[in-house]
C-alpha cells in the first residue's frame, strides 16, 4: 500500500516537474523573442546595416535603464543580486553564517560604516611605509627630519609590490616560463606606460594630490613638475627595446645592473632565497640606465613618486564610496574568489548548477569538434606538423565555469585562500581591511611560484586587473584557458530552459571568439602548454595566414586579433548549430515563424546591441563595427537575409576567411 501511495506522489511530482519544466521553457522562449525583436528597427534594411535594423531601437527600449549593453547589464543584475544577498545575511543571525559569509558580510559593513577618514590616501600611507621605522618625507615632522639615507627605493618597492604595485620603474610579474609554459617563473620587465592609470597626472592635479597629503601649496608645485620630468626621463629609457635575454640568476642581474635585486627578491617573497636564485628578465639594459639615473636623484623626490603611484594603485582598486552598489563593486574587486563561491551557493540551485555546467560544456565541446573539422578541411595548407600543433591545443584546451579551481572543493579553497582575513568585524578601518586584501591577492599570485604544473592543478585564474569584474567569457593565452564567469550565466544571455538556438548564437559565440584567440595572431605563436612554439610561429608567418590577416585589415584596426576571433569566431558558432555533424534541432520551433537561421543572426547580434553613447570601448572596435565586420565577412548572413552581392553593404564580393 504505503509503496503504491509514494510511487503515486512521486509520479504526480514528476508531472509537476515536466509541466513546469516545459512552462518555464515557453516562458524563456518567447521572453528572449520578445527582446530580440523590441531592439529591431524594421525601417532599416538588414542588408545595409544589420546593426542599425537588429540593434536600432535598442537605445530607446532601454532609455532608462542603468546600462548600456549586455555585458554591463549582465554587470547590473550580479550586482542587484548580491545587494539582496547582503541584505539576507544582515537579518541572519551571526552564527549561522559560513565563514566565508562573515568575511564578506564584514568587509561590506566596513566599506559601508568604517569613518570617511580611514579612506584617505594619507592613512594609507601611514600603515604602508617606505621601510620598516622610515616615513614618507611628506610626513617628516621637520622635512629636515626625514632620514633620507635610510631610503632604500627598491625596498620600497618590493614593499608596495606585496601590495599588488607590479608596473612601477619596474614591472614584476609571475608568469608562464617563456620556455616552458608549464612553469611559473618572476618575470622582471621595464614598466608599461600605455595606459593613463600609469603615468602622473598633468602637473596641476598631481600638485592638489600632494596638497591633499599636507605638502604646502608652493612645494607641492615644483615638486609636481621634478616628478613630471623625472617619470619622462624614466619613460624614454623604457621605449628601448633590447634583444629578450636568458633567465639571469639574482647574482648576475646584480653585476650586471649594480641593483639590490637579492633584497628586493626577499621582500617580495617574504623567505631568504640563495644569490643563484633564477628569474626571467627583458630589457636588462633599461635597468642599468635606471639605477644610474636614479642614483644622481634626490631620495626625496623618489620616495614621493612611489607614494604617488602608490596611491593611484590603491585608488584602482576601490571605488572610493560607501553606497550599497559600489560596496558590492568593492567586494567583487577585492574578494573576488569568495564572491564567485558566494554566488555559486546562493544563485544557482544544487541540481541547476550541474545542469548549467553541463550545458557549458556541452557547447564547448561541440565548438571544439566544430574547429577540428575545420582544421580538417586545411584551408591554410598546413603541413601535417602543423595541424598536429593545433589538433593537440584544441584538445588540451580547457574551460572553467567560475573561476574556481577544478578540481579542489570550492568552499575549503576559498577559506583557504582568506584565511588572515581575520578582522573584528566591522571593522572600523577602511584602508587597513582593504590592504589585508590586497596582501591576500599577491599571495595567491606568488603561491603559483610553488606549483609546478599550473595548468593541471589549478585551471582557474588569479586576477590581478579589472577582469575580477568581468561578466564575459575570456581566455588566457598561456593557460590555453577560457574562464566562464558565473554571472554570465542568466538571461538575457543564457536561460537554462530556452531552445538552443538562443544558446549557441550568444554564448556559443562568445565561447567560440575565445576559442579562437587561441588560434588567430597573438594567441597562434603559444602551444597547448602554452609555450612558444616556432611551429605556431611558422603557421602565422604562413603565405595564406598572412594574406587573410591582411584581408580582415582592410578596414584598418587596432585589433586585428580581436577582428579575427570576431569573424573566425561567428562562423564556428553557426557551424557548430548548422554544420556537419550538428546535433542540434534543425526543426522550426513552435514559438515563432522566424527561421532558426535568422534567429542565429538576431540572437547574436545581441552581443553587439547597445546604446553607443554611453559606451567607452577598450580594446575593442565600436560594437557596430564589429557586427559589421563579422557579417560582411560571413556569407551565410547574406544568404539568409538575401542580400545583393556587390551592391549591399553587408554582401561585399571579397570576403575574408582564415579558417
Ligand atoms: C507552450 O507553448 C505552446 C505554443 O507555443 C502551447 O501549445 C503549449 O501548451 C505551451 N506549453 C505550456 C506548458 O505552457
Ligand atoms: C528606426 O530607424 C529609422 C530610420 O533610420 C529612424 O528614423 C527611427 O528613428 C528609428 N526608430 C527608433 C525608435 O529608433
Ligand atoms: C626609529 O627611528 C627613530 C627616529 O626617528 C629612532 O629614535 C628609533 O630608535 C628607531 N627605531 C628603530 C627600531 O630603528
Ligand atoms: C606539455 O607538457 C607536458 C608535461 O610537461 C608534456 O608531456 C607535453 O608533451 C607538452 N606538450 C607540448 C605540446 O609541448
Ligand atoms: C571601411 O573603410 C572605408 C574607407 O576606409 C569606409 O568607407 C567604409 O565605410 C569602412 N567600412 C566599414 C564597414 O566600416
Ligand atoms: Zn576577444
Known amino acids: 500500500m504505503g509503496t503504491v501511495k509514494t510511487c503515486f506522489l512521486l509520479f504526480v511530482a514528476l508531472l509537476i516537474g515536466i509541466e513546469s519544466?516545459?512552462?518555464?521553457?515557453?516562458?524563456?522562449n518567447d521572453q528572449l523573442l520578445n527582446t530580440i525583436l523590441s531592439y529591431v528597427n524594421e525601417s532599416n534594411n538588414a542588408c545595409e546595416d544589420f546593426y542599425q535594423y537588429a540593434c536600432g531601437k535598442?537605445?530607446?527600449?532601454?532609455?532608462?535603464?542603468?546600462?548600456?549593453?549586455?555585458?554591463?547589464?549582465?554587470?547590473?543584475?550580479?550586482?542587484?543580486?548580491?545587494?539582496?544577498?547582503?541584505?539576507?545575511?544582515?537579518?541572519?543571525?551571526?552564527?549561522?553564517?559560513?565563514?566565508?559569509?562573515?568575511?564578506?558580510?564584514?568587509?561590506?559593513?566596513?566599506?559601508?560604516?568604517?569613518?570617511?577618514?580611514?579612506?584617505?590616501?594619507?592613512?594609507?600611507?601611514?600603515?604602508?611605509?617606505?621601510?620598516?621605522?622610515l616615513s614618507w618625507p611628506q610626513f617628516a615632522e621637520q622635512s629636515?627630519?626625514?632620514?633620507?639615507?635610510?631610503?632604500?627605493?627598491?625596498?620600497?618597492?618590493a614593499r608596495l609590490r606585496r601590495y599588488g604595485l607590479f608596473n612601477v620603474?619596474?614591472?614584476?610579474?609571475?608568469?608562464?616560463?617563456?620556455?616552458?609554459?608549464?612553469?611559473?617563473?618572476?618575470?622582471?620587465?621595464?614598466?608599461?606606460?600605455?595606459?593613463?592609470?600609469?603615468?602622473?597626472?598633468?602637473?596641476?592635479?598631481?600638485?592638489?594630490?600632494l596638497v591633499q597629503l599636507g605638502v604646502?601649496?608652493?612645494?607641492?608645485?615644483?615638486?609636481?613638475?621634478?616628478?613630471?620630468?623625472?617619470?619622462?626621463?624614466?619613460?624614454?629609457?623604457?621605449?628601448?627595446?633590447?634583444?629578450?635575454?636568458?633567465?639571469?640568476t639574482i647574482k648576475k642581474l646584480e653585476r650586471l645592473t649594480g641593483g639590490n635585486w637579492r633584497r628586493y627578491m626577499e621582500i617580495l617573497l617574504g623567505h631568504t632565497i640563495s644569490s643563484n636564485y633564477k628569474v626571467q628578465i627583458q630589457n636588462v639594459n633599461y635597468f642599468v640606465q635606471l639605477i644610474n639615473l636614479i642614483n644622481f636623484m634626490d631620495s626625496e623626490l623618489?620616495?614621493?613618486?612611489?607614494?604617488?603611484?602608490?596611491?593611484?594603485?590603491?585608488?584602482?582598486?576601490?571605488?572610493?564610496?560607501?553606497?550599497?552598489?559600489?560596496?558590492?563593486?568593492?567586494?567583487?574587486?577585492?574578494?573576488?574568489?569568495?564572491?564567485?563561491?558566494?554566488?555559486?551557493?546562493?544563485?544557482?540551485?544544487?541540481?541547476?548548477?550541474?545542469?548549467?555546467?553541463?550545458?557549458?560544456?556541452?557547447?564547448?565541446?561541440q565548438i571544439r569538434s566544430q574547429f577540428m573539422h575545420q582544421v580538417k578541411q586545411n584551408r591554410l595548407r598546413l603541413k601535417v606538423?602543423?595541424?598536429?600543433?593545433?589538433?593537440?591545443?584544441?584538445?588540451?584546451?580547457?574551460?572553467?565555469?567560475?573561476?574556481?579551481?577544478?578540481?579542489?572543493?570550492?568552499?575549503?579553497?576559498?577559506?583557504?585562500?582568506?584565511?588572515?582575513?581575520?578582522?573584528?568585524?566591522?571593522h572600523w578601518d577602511y584602508a587597513a581591511s582593504h590592504l589585508k586584501l590586497l596582501e591576500i591577492r599577491t599571495h595567491q599570485w606568488l603561491?603559483?611560484?610553488?606549483?609546478?604544473?599550473?595548468?593541471?592543478?589549478?585551471?582557474?585564474?588569479?586576477?590581478?586587473?579589472?577582469?575580477?569584474?568581468?561578466?564575459?567569457?575570456?581566455?588566457?593565452?598561456?593557460?590555453?584557458?577560457?574562464?566562464?564567469?558565473?554571472?554570465?550565466?542568466?538571461?538575457?544571455?543564457?536561460?537554462?530552459?530556452?531552445?538552443?538556438?538562443?544558446?549557441?548564437?550568444?554564448?556559443?559565440?562568445?565561447?567560440?571568439?575565445?576559442?579562437?584567440?587561441?588560434?588567430?595572431?597573438?594567441?597562434?605563436?603559444?602551444?597547448?602548454?602554452?609555450?612558444?612554439?616556432d611551429v605556431g610561429a611558422g603557421i602565422q608567418e604562413s603565405y595564406r595566414f598572412e594574406a587573410s590577416m591582411d584581408c580582415m585589415n582592410r578596414n584598418e584596426t587596432d585589433y586585428l586579433d580581436e577582428r579575427m576571433a570576431d569573424i573566425t569566431g561567428i562562423r564556428l558558432a553557426y557551424d557548430t548549430y548548422f554544420g556537419p555533424g550538428s546535433t542540434y534541432s534543425q526543426e522550426q520551433p513552435k514559438f515563432t515563424e522566424i527561421s532558426l537561421r535568422k534567429l542565429f543572426f538576431l540572437n547574436f547580434a545581441q552581443f553587439f546591441c547597445g546604446d553607443l553613447n554611453y559606451i567607452e570601448f577598450e580594446d575593442h572596435d565600436s560594437d557596430d563595427m564589429r557586427l559589421r565586420q563579422t557579417l560582411m565577412n560571413f556569407s551565410p548572413f547574406a544568404e539568409v537575409y538575401g542580400c545583393r552581392e556587390g551592391r549591399d553593404a553587408m554582401h561585399p564580393r571579397d570576403k575574408c576567411r582564415l579558417w
Open 21 to 28: 519544466e516545459a512552462k518555464s521553457q515557453n516562458n524563456s
Open 58 to 133: 535598442y537605445k530607446h527600449v532601454h532609455k532608462l535603464d542603468p546600462f548600456s549593453e549586455i555585458t554591463t547589464r549582465t554587470d547590473y543584475q550580479v550586482n542587484q543580486k548580491f545587494l539582496i544577498l547582503m541584505e539576507q545575511l544582515s537579518r541572519r543571525p551571526q552564527e549561522s553564517l559560513t565563514i566565508v559569509e562573515k568575511q564578506v558580510w564584514g568587509f561590506y559593513q566596513t566599506c559601508r560604516l568604517a569613518p570617511l577618514t580611514t579612506r584617505y590616501a594619507k592613512h594609507y600611507l601611514e600603515l604602508v611605509q617606505p621601510d620598516k621605522n
Open 144 to 157: 629636515q627630519d626625514w632620514r633620507k639615507d635610510d631610503f632604500k627605493w627598491m625596498e620600497t618597492l
Open 169 to 209: 620603474l619596474i614591472r614584476v610579474k609571475v608568469l608562464e616560463d617563456q620556455l616552458d609554459g608549464t612553469k611559473y617563473m618572476i618575470d622582471i620587465n621595464r614598466p608599461n606606460f600605455a595606459a593613463k592609470s600609469e603615468r602622473l597626472r598633468g602637473p596641476l592635479r598631481t600638485s592638489m594630490m
Open 216 to 248: 604646502s601649496t608652493e612645494s607641492a608645485q615644483r615638486l609636481a613638475i621634478a616628478l613630471k620630468k623625472f617619470e619622462i626621463a624614466v619613460r624614454d629609457l623604457a621605449e628601448v627595446e633590447d634583444e629578450p635575454n636568458d633567465d639571469l
Open 302 to 365: 623618489i620616495a614621493s613618486y612611489l607614494m604617488l603611484r602608490f596611491v593611484m594603485h590603491i585608488q584602482d582598486y576601490t571605488m572610493n564610496s560607501n553606497d550599497e552598489i559600489n560596496c558590492i563593486k568593492d567586494l567583487r574587486i577585492n574578494m573576488n574568489f569568495a564572491m564567485n563561491l558566494l554566488y555559486q551557493e546562493h544563485f544557482f540551485e544544487p541540481r541547476q548548477f550541474a545542469k548549467y555546467q553541463h550545458e557549458v560544456h556541452l557547447i564547448f565541446n
Open 385 to 426: 606538423s602543423q595541424r598536429t600543433m593545433i589538433t593537440e591545443k584544441l584538445i588540451e584546451m580547457n574551460i572553467n565555469i567560475g573561476n574556481l579551481p577544478k578540481n579542489l572543493d570550492h568552499k575549503t579553497f576559498v577559506q583557504n585562500v582568506y584565511k588572515d582575513f581575520v578582522l573584528p568585524f566591522p
Open 447 to 533: 603561491l603559483q611560484l610553488n606549483s609546478p604544473a599550473p595548468m593541471n592543478q589549478f585551471m582557474f585564474y588569479v586576477a590581478d586587473t579589472e577582469s575580477c569584474m568581468s561578466s564575459t567569457p575570456y581566455y588566457m593565452l598561456r593557460q590555453n584557458l577560457v574562464i566562464v564567469p558565473y554571472g554570465i550565466l542568466q538571461e538575457p544571455v543564457f536561460g537554462l530552459h530556452s531552445h538552443d538556438i538562443f544558446k549557441v548564437s550568444l554564448l556559443g559565440f562568445m565561447l567560440a571568439h575565445e576559442v579562437m584567440h587561441g588560434f588567430v595572431d597573438g594567441g597562434i605563436v603559444y602551444d597547448a602548454n602554452g609555450s612558444s612554439s
